[in-house]
């Protein structure tokens, strides 16, 4: 079975086999197979004709149609696991080696307290808000917070249950008193059995990917803050850390596997580096007045 689509079918397979989640396959298309479009267009049609040549070359078309160094690093990622897997299971006999494209290391979006009462104050919905109060309580991920049903959250206690996350893991998140609140309110207003979706449309349907993306997208907007979910994730984590939450509890909340990924979240806010230079800081400690 040497066919360019056979080839890449058997990879998706084995993704299938390795219980990776329907949006992480969806992601596999979004990015290999595109990569599989190309080298059939470009004269490939086996796996064994696949190079490194072909993967510097389609990264670099990326590069010029002015496309995000995170798109491009997500395109590069998904490709070195598809050829990979094709020299673990013999496709091709020797390993293709690309260098990865650079992510220019921007601050990563965080929000501060006052920016998340202007998001909050631009919510024109109880779901909107309850949606935002959420992120922002609980470190939850998109896909998760998209997946839940009311079963999923005990509203008295603010346990929340996620039984598929991030590498089909089980694991739990918490919401306080006030993200509750909402929550009671905003249930009131839709349809909330065990098995309806927490995070429902007008007509009481799942809310989508794209949904939430132009529901944020509107926040933004009349708020003047760029804010999505997982920037709300990354203010989740900053601003626990900043009251005080131990490292391993809130490696735990936000389910990261390492801590390194945990302390790769938190960022100091502009208010922390100034109140940490004005007790650290050299010259007004040693030599004030000068």
Same mark, same amino acid.
């Given at each position: 079975?040497?066919?360019?689509?056979d080839a890449?079918?058997?990879f998706?397979?084995?993704?299938q086999?390795?219980?990776c989640?329907p949006g992480t396959?969806?992601?596999?298309?979004f990015?290999a197979?595109?990569f599989i479009?190309?080298?059939?267009?470009?004269?490939?049609?086996?796996a064994k004709?696949?190079?490194a040549?072909?993967?510097r070359?389609?990264?670099?078309?990326?590069?010029?149609?002015?496309?995000?160094?995170?798109y491009?690093?997500?395109?590069?990622?998904?490709?070195?696991?598809?050829?990979?897997f094709w020299h673990?299971?013999?496709?091709?006999?020797?390993?293709?080696?690309?260098?990865m494209?650079?992510?220019? $290391?921007? *601050?990563p979006?965080?929000l501060?307290l006052?920016?998340l /009462?202007r998001? &909050? #104050?631009?919510?024109? =919905?109880?779901?909107?808000?309850?949606?935002?109060?959420f992120f922002?309580d609980?470190?939850?991920r998109r896909?998760e917070?998209?997946a839940?049903?009311?079963r999923d959250?005990?509203?008295?206690?603010?346990?929340?249950?996620?039984?598929?996350?991030?590498?089909? $893991?089980? *694991?739990t998140?918490?919401?306080?008193?006030?993200?509750? /609140?909402v929550l &009671? #309110?905003?249930?009131? =207003?839709v349809?909330?059995?065990?098995?309806?979706?927490?995070?429902?449309?007008?007509?009481?349907?799942?809310l989508?990917?794209s949904?939430?993306?132009?529901?944020f997208?509107?926040i933004?907007?009349?708020?003047?803050?760029?804010?999505t979910p997982?920037?709300l994730?990354?203010?989740?984590?900053?601003l626990?850390r900043?009251?005080?939450m131990?490292? &391993?509890?809130?490696?735990?909340?936000?389910?990261?596997?390492?801590?390194?990924?945990?302390k790769?979240?938190?960022q100091?806010l502009?208010?922390?580096?100034?109140?940490?230079?004005?007790?650290?800081?050299p010259?007004?400690?040693?030599?004030?007045?000068?």
């Amino acid at each position: 079975m040497d066919n360019l689509n056979d080839a890449y079918t058997d990879f998706i397979l084995s993704r299938q086999a390795m219980l990776c989640t329907p949006g992480t396959i969806r992601w596999y298309n979004f990015t290999a197979g595109r990569f599989i479009e190309w080298l059939i267009e470009n004269g490939a049609n086996t796996a064994k004709e696949t190079s490194a040549r072909h993967v510097r070359t389609y990264l670099a078309e990326l590069r010029v149609k002015d496309l995000s160094d995170s798109y491009i690093h997500g395109h590069a990622r998904a490709i070195r696991t598809l050829v990979g897997f094709w020299h673990q299971e013999k496709y091709i006999p020797d390993p293709i080696v690309f260098n990865m494209p650079s992510i220019d $290391k921007k *601050r990563p979006l965080v929000l501060s307290l006052d920016e998340l /009462q202007r998001v &909050l #104050n631009a919510c024109l =919905t109880i779901r909107d808000k309850m949606v935002v109060l959420f992120f922002a309580d609980s470190g939850i991920r998109r896909a998760e917070a998209l997946a839940l049903n009311w079963r999923d959250v005990n509203i008295e206690s603010g346990l929340v249950r996620i039984a598929r996350g991030k590498g089909g $893991k089980y *694991r739990t998140v918490i919401i306080g008193e006030t993200t509750r /609140q909402v929550l &009671l #309110n905003y249930q009131q =207003t839709v349809k909330h059995t065990d098995d309806d979706p927490l995070i429902q449309t007008n007509t009481g349907t799942r809310l989508t990917l794209s949904g939430m993306q132009s529901a944020f997208m509107r926040i933004s907007e009349r708020s003047g803050v760029k804010v999505t979910p997982h920037s709300l994730r990354r203010t989740f984590a900053t601003l626990s850390r900043r009251a005080g939450m131990d490292l &391993l509890e809130l490696q735990a909340l936000m389910g990261h596997a390492s801590l390194d990924m945990t302390k790769r979240y938190i960022q100091m806010l502009d208010d922390d580096l100034i109140e940490a230079h004005r007790k650290h800081g050299p010259i007004d400690n040693y030599l004030p007045g000068i």
